[in-house]
């Protein structure tokens, strides 16, 4: 079964950085687009970022000039800098093997269970 495990979150002080990483087995190797999706307390889940492996790429708009994410087949990372305590949350990857870029939750099958990231002075 494909599974995909998150790691690299933490507690870091504002304007820190923090890479996350996620890396994808079991029957992995035909997923397509990686994601990143966020969910703060008391919050509605929403899109971080997107990315296929065509070069495809989205980025919420808060985030686009301080977060990056990159891939290869097996691993998706998000890259955070200049973090904000607005950047607290449970974030989770998620995968699917239509290789759309899209932000719908709905259309990622596959999910982890999450890093918790808090930006706290």
């Known amino acids: 079964q494909v599974q995909l495990v998150e790691s690299g979150g933490g507690l870091v002080e504002p304007g820190g950085s923090l890479r996350l990483s996620c890396t994808t087995s079991?029957?992995?190797?035909?997923?397509?687009?990686m994601a990143w999706f966020r969910q703060a307390s008391g919050k509605e889940r929403e899109y971080v970022s997107v990315?296929?492996?065509?070069?495809g790429r989205i980025i919420k708009l808060s985030v686009k000039d301080r977060f990056t994410i990159s891939r290869d087949n097996n691993t998706v990372w998000l890259q955070m800098n200049s973090l904000e305590p607005e950047d607290t949350a449970r974030y989770c990857c998620?995968?699917?093997?239509?290789?759309?870029?899209?932000?719908?939750?709905?259309?990622?099958?596959?999910w982890g269970r999450g890093t918790q990231v808090t930006v706290s002075a």
């Open positions: 998620a995968a699917s093997r239509a290789g759309q870029t899209t932000t719908n939750p709905d259309d990622y099958p596959f």
């Open positions: 079991g029957h992995s190797s035909t997923l397509k687009s």
């Open positions: 990315a296929t492996p065509g070069g």
